[in-house]
């Protein structure tokens, strides 16, 4: 059970930004960034260090500037160099490498291994904060970790929920700026979003994270994975279970949604701004528990021993 995401799931306290683009993609929703936000066009590029997803790369550089080399790097949208909205590199993305212990080998992660034990939530990180603050004692209450993609715009609205979700030992992934719905983006578009919201996130915690989900859609494109290797993310965070939790079907079908689909190494998805969410969240971990499974960060599970 899977399905693209709304634009701005449970996002209600995010303001819109002024739109800045030079040209909207076609299809539906609007391209929008925020002109004045840290990062738009100009960014000073990636500061990322290295790990699970990262690659290593001259922070001096921008933005798919093509300037990785050696083992565990990738060139990314090669080319790229200073692009704008509305450019599009001419050059093929260097093909990101599989990390290690991953049980699939696809494009993108979609779960963790199947023969161990472990389990991870994930959540789309924006919303009422009051929300996330329940979400993080139910954590602890319960001894479980968990992984949140925010949002940038949320991030930067809200500068201390970073530190509240990292400090508490869960993972803090991007989620690009605006939440965008992403396959109807052009690479430059998807590469300003995907920079944004490494940018929110290093503001933040002051490191870009290791992790990276796209918005608007359950798996990656060709576009979308050379925009993120542009950024420094070898690849993109899916999940294989999805309790559609953004249509707010109520505490008990998310709990027993999951419940229902859940295996050893399974990625579910979920999000932070719905009470239903949260509401389920006590029964969903005790009965992780009761089937022998453990929640824990993304990066936990994918780094498990296989
Ligand atoms: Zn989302």
Not at 125 to 134: F, N, Y
Request: charged letters at 10%; a negative charge.
């Amino acid at each position: 059970m899977t399905g693209a995401e709304p634009a701005n799931p449970g996002d209600r306290t995010v303001a819109e930004p002024a739109p800045c683009l030079t040209e909207e993609p076609t299809g539906t929703g609007p391209s929008r960034c925020d002109a004045g936000s840290p990062g738009c066009p100009g960014s000073p590029g990636c500061r990322n260090n290295g790990g699970l997803q990262h690659r290593s790369h001259n922070p001096t550089s921008s933005p798919g500037s093509g300037t990785g080399t050696g083992s565990g790097t990738a060139t990314g949208a090669g080319g790229a160099g200073q692009m704008r909205p509305g450019q599009v590199s001419t050059q093929p993305p260097t093909p990101a490498p599989v990390t290690p212990g991953l049980a699939d080998p696809g494009p993108d992660i979609v779960t963790g291994a199947r023969t161990g034990t472990f389990v991870a939530l994930t959540f789309h990180g924006a919303g009422d904060l009051a929300l996330t603050g329940r979400a993080l004692t139910v954590a602890h209450d319960n001894g479980a970790t968990f992984s949140v993609f925010t949002v940038g715009q949320w991030l930067a609205a809200n500068p201390t929920v970073g530190r509240d979700i990292t400090g508490a030992g869960h993972d803090l992934g991007n989620h690009t700026w605006s939440h965008q719905p992403m396959t109807y983006l052009n690479q430059a578009e998807a590469t300003w979003g995907i920079q944004l919201g490494s940018d929110a996130v290093s503001q933040s915690v002051e490191s870009p994270g290791l992790l990276f989900r796209p918005s608007g859609t359950p798996t990656s494109t060709p576009t979308i994975r050379a925009a993120a290797n542009a950024c420094g993310y070898q690849r993109c965070t899916s999940y294989d279970v999805d309790p559609l939790d953004y249509t707010d079907p109520g505490a008990d079908l998310v709990r027993t949604r999951v419940l229902a689909a859940v295996q050893p190494g399974s990625i579910v998805s979920l999000h932070l701004g719905y009470p239903s969410t949260i509401d389920a969240l006590p029964g969903l971990l005790q009965g992780l528990t009761a089937r022998g499974l453990t929640c824990v960060t993304l990066t936990r599970l994918l780094t498990a021993a296989t």
